[in-house]
């Protein structure tokens, strides 16, 4: 479907609240400056103008096969033009499909960071009042963003300045799941690689050891994420993990996690390898506990694998283990999730976060053409309100919250914890106020500005380029000295 926009620059933006209702159509944006440039298509069936030819007359029309539909609005200087703009497409493409999107006409990764703004500009209520009216954000998900930013909010407030956190990249995963987009080597094609990326990992953090050093920062958060760290060997782990506890100055570390992820990888040497290093919160990762459902995702481990690894986990002395779900699974039924959701709480883990499905495209489940359907993000809306009454019932607090394109029902993910077991390191990489120093494959480090800017540093994505180029790594990593004393 082709959205014109005449005159304007609202293609990011408003591309992305279109696909909201139409999550499956393949969306065309042509620029164009003057009107009389616009050029339909004798095959245009279906096609949306956002037309601000007319500096302060917006108008938004939608055209498809069964109805068509203009709304104009006149603003002012002082109002947010692609907002409005925004606010009218949202008008009629809520009254052509009956959606009535949960986030209203937010589209951004960071609903709480934005939350946070206004309620610095305007304070609590009014910050409130604009998330309902302004923005149409449901009464549900504005009471889930005021309780969430409090709990962020209460992490924050003990970083100091010249804090940072550091993120271990292991970007390999033993099998690829049908839902993942993200950049992970399957072991089955790359075995060989994880050993020499394993001693390259270990150098960078040797020379990221140096720099921070070198500039004086404090470390306060470490997290080894993935694709799926406990892919590594016990040996392998050890090395890694010991070579962070060896290199930084970690008396002011806050928090050490690492992601173990599929409960098939995670083994009694590997925790104890783990827990010498002193981490101390994992994250295993059952994402359902339907069998059926986790073989249909190609996720190659049971449920009972899941309740082994836990076992194992807190036999190890792990007293903190955060478990991840997904609502809205391919065949799983909202039956099957609240058991999924009771039988998690009945093991009592410190912390549950409840992620929603994105089809990102380059996932197989979208390239085998799987489709988003209303139905299915009514269910997934359900789950996800079953979710927040039975975690608040147990005294699980929303504590850190994040939203991706192409979610069904366009929902949001939420980490949630006890009291006092908040997952430090998702808080500081959602609210992008704390630098965090990247090392591995994929890894992209982000340097908080004092304008509230981020700098970033990219490393090469795939571990082979990693391998292959590893001294451009370490050559760009210096760059972070630049960033900072420029920053001074
Ligand atoms: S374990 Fe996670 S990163 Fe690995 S393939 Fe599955 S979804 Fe992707």
Same mark, same amino acid.
């Given at each position: 479907?082709?959205?014109?926009?005449?005159?304007?620059?609202?293609?990011?933006?408003?591309?992305?609240?279109?696909?909201?209702?139409?999550?499956?159509?393949?969306?065309?944006?042509?620029?164009?400056?003057?009107?009389?440039?616009?050029?339909?298509?004798?095959?245009?069936?279906?096609?949306?103008?956002?037309?601000?030819?007319?500096?302060?007359?917006?108008?938004?029309?939608?055209?498809?096969?069964?109805?068509?539909?203009?709304?104009?609005?006149?603003?002012?200087?002082?109002?947010?033009?692609?907002?409005?703009?925004?606010?009218?497409?949202?008008?009629?493409?809520?009254?052509?499909?009956?959606?009535?999107?949960?986030?209203?006409?937010?589209?951004?990764?960071?609903?709480?960071?934005?939350?946070?703004?206004?309620?610095?500009?305007?304070?609590?209520?009014?910050?409130?009042?604009?998330?309902?009216?302004?923005?149409?954000?449901?009464?549900?998900?504005?009471?889930?963003?005021?309780?969430?930013?409090?709990?962020?909010?209460?992490?924050?407030?003990?970083?100091?300045?010249?804090?940072?956190?550091?993120?271990?990249?292991?970007?390999?995963?033993?099998?690829?799941?049908?839902?993942?987009?993200?950049?992970?080597?399957?072991?089955?094609?790359?075995?060989?690689?994880?050993?020499?990326?394993?001693?390259?990992?270990?150098?960078?953090?040797? &020379?990221?050891?140096?720099?921070?050093?070198?500039?004086?920062?404090?470390?306060?958060?470490?997290?080894?994420?993935?694709?799926?760290?406990?892919?590594?060997?016990?040996?392998?782990?050890?090395?890694?993990?010991? &070579?962070?506890?060896?290199?930084?100055?970690?008396?002011?570390?806050?928090?050490?996690?690492?992601?173990?992820?599929?409960?098939?990888?995670?083994?009694?040497?590997?925790?104890?390898?783990?827990?010498?290093?002193?981490?101390?919160?994992?994250?295993?990762?059952?994402?359902?506990?339907?069998?059926?459902?986790? &073989?249909?995702?190609?996720?190659?481990?049971?449920?009972?694998?899941?309740?082994?690894?836990?076992?194992?986990?807190?036999?190890?002395?792990?007293?903190?283990?955060?478990?991840?779900?997904?609502?809205?699974?391919?065949?799983?039924?909202?039956?099957?999730?609240?058991?999924?959701?009771?039988?998690?709480?009945?093991?009592?883990?410190?912390?549950?976060?409840?992620?929603?499905?994105?089809?990102?495209?380059?996932?197989?489940?979208?390239?085998?053409?799987?489709?988003?359907?209303?139905?299915?993000?009514?269910?997934?809306?359900?789950?996800?309100?079953?979710?927040?009454?039975?975690?608040?019932?147990?005294?699980?607090?929303?504590?850190?919250?994040?939203?991706?394109?192409?979610?069904?029902?366009?929902?949001?993910?939420?980490?949630?914890?006890?009291?006092?077991?908040?997952?430090?390191?998702?808080?500081?990489?959602?609210?992008?106020?704390?630098?965090?120093?990247?090392?591995?494959?994929?890894?992209?480090?982000?340097?908080?500005?004092?304008?509230?800017?981020?700098?970033?540093?990219?490393?090469?994505?795939?571990?082979?380029?990693?391998?292959?180029?590893?001294?451009?790594?370490?050559?760009?990593?210096?760059?972070?000295?630049?960033?900072?004393?420029?920053?001074?």
């Amino acid at each position: 479907m082709k959205i014109y926009y005449l005159n304007n620059d609202f293609d990011y933006e408003l591309d992305k609240l279109t696909s909201v209702f139409f999550p499956n159509k393949k969306l065309d944006a042509v620029k164009v400056n003057d009107r009389n440039e616009l050029a339909l298509d004798d095959t245009d069936s279906e096609y949306i103008v956002i037309d601000l030819t007319d500096e302060l007359n917006i108008s938004v029309s939608v055209h498809f096969e069964d109805y068509t539909d203009r709304k104009t609005k006149i603003i002012t200087e002082d109002d947010d033009a692609q907002l409005e703009a925004a606010l009218l497409l949202y008008d009629l493409l809520s009254s052509y499909t009956k959606i009535v999107p949960p986030w209203g006409v937010l589209t951004g990764v960071r609903p709480i960071k934005l939350f946070r703004k206004l309620k610095e500009q305007m304070g609590e209520e009014k910050a409130c009042e604009h998330f309902k009216k302004v923005f149409l954000v449901s009464d549900e998900k504005v009471s889930l963003t005021l309780e969430t930013e409090k709990n962020e909010a209460a992490v924050l407030s003990k970083t100091t300045p010249d804090s940072f956190s550091l993120y271990l990249s292991v970007p390999f995963c033993p099998s690829r799941c049908s839902y993942c987009s993200f950049v992970s080597a399957s072991t089955e094609r790359t075995a060989k690689l994880v050993e020499p990326y394993t001693q390259l990992l270990c150098k960078e953090i040797e &020379k990221t050891a140096e720099l921070a050093a070198k500039l004086g920062l404090h470390l306060e958060s470490v997290y080894m994420g993935g694709g799926t760290p406990t892919t590594l060997s016990a040996d392998q782990l050890k090395r890694v993990l010991g &070579k962070t506890a060896e290199c930084f100055d970690m008396r002011g570390c806050r928090e050490f996690t690492v992601e173990a992820g599929r409960p098939d990888t995670i083994t009694a040497e590997k925790l104890a390898a783990i827990k010498s290093a002193n981490v101390d919160r994992i994250s295993i990762n059952p994402q359902t506990l339907n069998d059926s459902v986790l &073989k249909a995702m190609g996720r190659r481990h049971s449920a009972e694998d899941f309740y082994r690894a836990f076992e194992l986990a807190r036999k190890c002395g792990f007293d903190h283990i955060n478990t991840d779900l997904i609502a809205g699974l391919p065949s799983d039924t909202e039956d099957s999730f609240r058991a999924t959701i009771d039988n998690i709480i009945a093991l009592s883990p410190e912390s549950i976060t409840v992620h929603t499905l994105a089809m990102k495209r380059a996932s197989d489940l979208s390239q085998n053409g799987k489709q988003l359907y209303a139905d299915e993000a009514a269910a997934a809306a359900a789950m996800l309100s079953y979710a927040d009454e039975r975690l608040h019932f147990f005294e699980y607090y929303p504590y850190y919250l994040y939203r991706q394109s192409r979610m069904v029902g366009n929902l949001e993910n939420t980490g949630w914890s006890k009291k006092g077991r908040e997952g430090y390191y998702n808080v500081f990489i959602m609210d992008e106020s704390q630098s965090i120093i990247a090392c591995g494959a994929g890894a992209v480090t982000k340097i908080a500005l004092p304008t509230g800017k981020l700098e970033r540093i990219f490393n090469y994505k795939y571990p082979y380029e990693y391998i292959d180029r590893f001294e451009e790594v370490l050559k760009r990593k210096e760059s972070i000295l630049r960033i900072y004393d420029q920053s001074r």
